[in-house]
């Protein structure tokens, strides 16, 4: 890859404290297999660096490394540890609303709560991830199907590779429910699930998200009636309601996009060294949001209305209200490098650093 991704540096930092806690757990005879225990319950966890967090209402969840979830009831405020069924390092989640959640992560976990972050049950692992892609793909390679045939004999030279030959490597790095049924996991190498039946089963998509380089996968958005995924090198892809099969959205930027964010009218996707794009038209023209930073955009949050708040890894906080045409910088404490954010009510802002997740208060706009 050209260029390292904020996103892939993160997953990175994440993994480091995991390698240390790995080597003492095997000179201790404990199991090294992230998919073996769950989580560590430890008051490290409040201190680790999240690097994700959704929120919905008072309610907020925040995934790291090693299996760390925490939650919040009070809008931020207070924080607890909840009960994660795994030690791999998560990497991304989204509540669909204060009750029902999704996290992602290393060694193709997923994961699912459905009493706001509390406890989570495993759904999908590396070995089960596997498992489905060998039986679509080998099937379909067998009935002729020679695009089958091809992802099947990439499966193969992959897991040729992999450390634990029974267990599907690649990270997912975001998750995506339009609703309680359908549902996206996508992540590095192209790698893409889709669920209708609110993920008691899976289906592979890598073949139909138009990416036979299979570069990276890193967010997903929806406005409700298209779905987009973003990843690296520039890479757009838009899925209309009732499509069975990605096409792609050319973009002026060959650089990383690290999110994308979908409003009927408005299509931002956004990523490396200040990077941000606005479409008003589904990615047919495209405009430079001059943001005027070069640190890389890693926040686009919607804040009521037309109004977007935009923050960077190095803490600049953006408002806008006409689709980025102007912003007004948001004077807010500047403590360290942000690796994820989300809202909190109306004037509140979740950030995850290095040390844990902290809560500032966002100035009016004059």
Do not use: C
Not at 62 to 76: C, D, E, M
């Amino acid at each position: 890859m050209k260029k390292r991704s904020i996103l892939a540096g993160l997953v990175r930092v994440a993994t480091l404290p995991v390698v240390l806690a790995l080597a003492s757990a095997s000179a201790a005879g404990v199991s090294t297999d992230p998919l073996a225990s769950g989580a560590p319950i430890t008051a490290l966890a409040l201190r680790s660096p999240m690097v994700s967090i959704a929120s919905q209402g008072a309610r907020v969840v925040a995934v790291g490394p090693r299996g760390y979830i925490l939650f919040s009831s009070n809008g931020g405020k207070d924080w607890r540890q909840a009960t994660g069924p795994v030690r791999a390092d998560l990497t991304a989640v989204h509540l669909r609303d204060a009750r029902n959640g999704w996290a992602v992560g290393h060694d193709g976990v997923v994961l699912r709560t459905d009493n706001g972050g509390e406890s989570w049950t495993r759904v999908l692992d590396g070995r089960s991830v596997l498992e489905i892609l060998n039986r679509s793909y080998e099937a379909r390679a067998a009935a002729g199907d020679t695009v089958a045939a091809r992802v099947k004999g990439e499966i193969e030279r992959l897991m040729a590779q992999s450390a634990s030959p029974d267990v599907m490597p690649n990270p997912f790095l975001d998750v995506l429910f339009s609703d309680a049924s359908e549902g996206f996991v996508i992540g590095a190498f192209g790698l893409v699930l889709r669920t209708r039946d609110g993920g008691k089963s899976w289906e592979p998509w890598i073949e139909r998200a138009e990416n036979d380089r299979r570069l990276h996968f890193y967010a997903a958005a929806t406005d409700g009636a298209t779905l987009y995924f973003a990843g690296e090198q520039g890479l757009l892809r838009r899925l209309d309601k009732g499509d069975d099969h990605f096409t792609t959205i050319e973009t002026p930027y060959n650089g990383t996009f690290f999110g994308v964010h979908a409003a009927p009218g408005l299509l931002l996707a956004y990523g490396l060294r200040g990077n941000a794009w606005a479409s008003e038209d589904g990615g047919a023209s495209w405009r430079k949001i001059e943001t005027g930073v070069e640190a890389g955009i890693i926040a686009v949050l919607p804040a009521g209305g037309t109004r977007l708040i935009l923050v960077s890894q190095a803490g600049h906080v953006f408002s806008t209200t006409d689709g980025g045409r102007t912003l007004a910088a948001l004077q807010v404490p500047r403590q360290g490098e942000v690796l994820a954010a989300a809202l909190v009510g109306a004037n509140a802002l979740a950030l995850t650093r290095h040390g844990g997740v902290n809560l500032v208060t966002l100035p009016a706009v004059r």
